[in-house]
């Protein structure tokens, strides 16, 4: 079993920054892909970012290109995901998620292949 813990929402306004933070425990053993996925109130869970286990592979959904960055730290067990340029339709609650192996359709795609997801947190972005 892995364990998956965010930090890092919050509180922001339009055009301000967020860093979250999600460190892995467990079982934590494998070159896996790590990432967010986040949801807003009455709409889908959607993937946003995703990297691979080195890092040389990334994934970022269209509504965040250009705005947010993913990055890892594998002797932590870590994800990042920094957010720059924070828009109100950026709320949601965001959610770190872990792949072990892909099965089928799109690697950054959580929703068909993560194995591990985190509680998530919440994210508010004010106009």
């Known amino acids: 079993q892995v364990q998956l813990a965010e930090s890092g929402g919050g509180l922001v306004q339009a055009g301000g920054s967020l860093r979250l933070s999600c460190a892995a425990s467990?079982?934590?053993?494998?070159?896996?892909?790590m990432g967010w996925v986040r949801q807003a109130p009455g709409k889908e869970r959607e993937s946003i970012a995703a990297i691979t286990w080195s890092g040389t592979s990334t994934f970022y959904a269209d509504s965040v290109k250009g705005r947010f960055t993913i990055s890892r730290d594998n002797a932590k067990n870590a994800v990042y995901l920094q957010m720059n340029s924070l828009k109100p339709e950026d709320t949601a609650v965001y959610s770190c998620?872990?792949?072990?192996?892909?099965?089928?359709?799109?690697?950054?795609?959580?929703?068909?292949?993560?194995?591990?997801w985190g509680q998530g947190t919440q994210v508010t972005v004010s106009s």
């Open positions: 998620a872990l792949t072990v192996r892909a099965k089928g359709g799109a690697w950054y795609e959580f929703e068909q292949n993560g194995d591990y």
């Open positions: 467990g079982r934590t053993f494998g070159t896996y892909i």
